[in-house]
C-alpha cells in the first residue's frame, strides 16, 4: 500500500502553511466548471505547478490551482482542475486533492465533473447528482491504496455517497429552482471516448452517465470518513446516442453555457 503521508508530506507542509483555518467544504472542479472560482472571495490561490512534486494538469479546462476561499463566511478550499488518470498519472497521483482535503480537516468534499448523458431522462446541459458510483475500472489499482477490509470495516460505505450531503444538495436546488436529476456515475479510464458498444453495455448495466474521473476520488474520501456528494454536468450525449461526433471543445462549451446554474447550486450548497 502507498503512504501518502510520506510521499506527499512537502505537499501538506506546504499548504498548510499557506492556510491556517480549516476549510468547512472542499470542492473538486471539473472541466469547464473552474469559473466558480470567481464569483467567491479567493483569499489565496496557488498554482499546482509552483508545487514541488505536484502533478502538472495538461488538459484545457482545467486551470492547475488550489484557491483558499470563503463564501458568506464559510471556508472552502477549492481545486481549479483535477489529475486525470488518462493523463499517465497513477491513482495515488490523482486522489492526491482528497489526501490534501483531509489532511486540512476538510469534513466535506464535492466532487464535480462534465459527463455524457447516458439516460434518455439525460440531456446537455443537465446537472445529475450522482446517487451512486461504478467503479469496476479500477478496483485492482484502488486495492494498492485502500486495503479491502479497510472498505468493509468503513460503516460509512453503507451511507456513500453520503445521504444527508445529498439531501443538502436537494433543498438547495429547490431554494434555486434549479432542475436537478438523479442518476449512476460510470467510470471508464479514457482517454479515448466509449465506443457505442460500451455505452450500451454501460446502459444495460444501469449506468446513467459516464466520464473519466471522480469514482477513484469518491471512494479514497469515503474511505477517510470524508462526505462524499458529486455533480456531473451533462455536456453532451454518450457515444451512439446522437450522430454528432465527440470532442472535448464541446465539453468545455456546453460547461459554459450552464456556469451561471452551476454557480447558484453550489452557492446555495456552501451556506446550507
Given at each position: 500500500m502507498v503512504n501518502l503521508n510520506i510521499k506527499y508530506k512537502n505537499i501538506v507542509e506546504r499548504l498548510l502553511d499557506e492556510f491556517s483555518y480549516?476549510?468547512?467544504?472542499a470542492?473538486?472542479?471539473g472541466s469547464g466548471l473552474g469559473d466558480f472560482v470567481f464569483s467567491i472571495n479567493v483569499i489565496k490561490s496557488i498554482d499546482t505547478c509552483s508545487i514541488q512534486d505536484y502533478p502538472e494538469s495538461t488538459i484545457p479546462g482545467h486551470e492547475g490551482k488550489i484557491i483558499f476561499g470563503e463564501y458568506c463566511g464559510k471556508k472552502i478550499l477549492l481545486f481549479q482542475g483535477r489529475i486525470h488518470f488518462y493523463e499517465g498519472y497513477s491513482l495515488n497521483e490523482c486522489i492526491l486533492p482528497v489526501f490534501v482535503s483531509y489532511k486540512l480537516n476538510a469534513q466535506k468534499i464535492l466532487f464535480?465533473?462534465?459527463?455524457g448523458g447516458i439516460n434518455s431522462d439525460l440531456n446537455p446541459g443537465d446537472l445529475m447528482l450522482a446517487t451512486s458510483f461504478n467503479g469496476i475500472n479500477i478496483k485492482k489499482e484502488l486495492a494498492s491504496l485502500i486495503p479491502l477490509p479497510s472498505i468493509a470495516a468503513k460503516n460509512n460505505f453503507l451511507d456513500f455517497p453520503s445521504s444527508a450531503f445529498n439531501k443538502i444538495?436537494?433543498?438547495a436546488a429547490e431554494?434555486?429552482?434549479i432542475k436537478i436529476k438523479e442518476g449512476v456515475y460510470w467510470f471508464t479510464k479514457g482517454p479515448s471516448y466509449e465506443t457505442p458498444a460500451?455505452?450500451?453495455m454501460i446502459n444495460k448495466f444501469g449506468g446513467d452517465a459516464v466520464g473519466m474521473s471522480t469514482v477513484h476520488e469518491a471512494i479514497y474520501a469515503g474511505n477517510l470518513g470524508l462526505k462524499v456528494s458529486s455533480i456531473s454536468c451533462i455536456t453532451n450525449y454518450a457515444a451512439g446516442i446522437s450522430h454528432k461526433k465527440l470532442n472535448h471543445s464541446e465539453v468545455t462549451e456546453t460547461a459554459n453555457l450552464v456556469k451561471d446554474k452551476f454557480e447558484k447550486l453550489v452557492k446555495r450548497v456552501i451556506v446550507s
Open positions: 480549516k476549510p468547512e467544504l470542492i473538486v472542479l464535480t465533473n462534465a459527463a444538495i436537494i433543498s431554494a434555486e429552482h460500451e455505452i450500451n
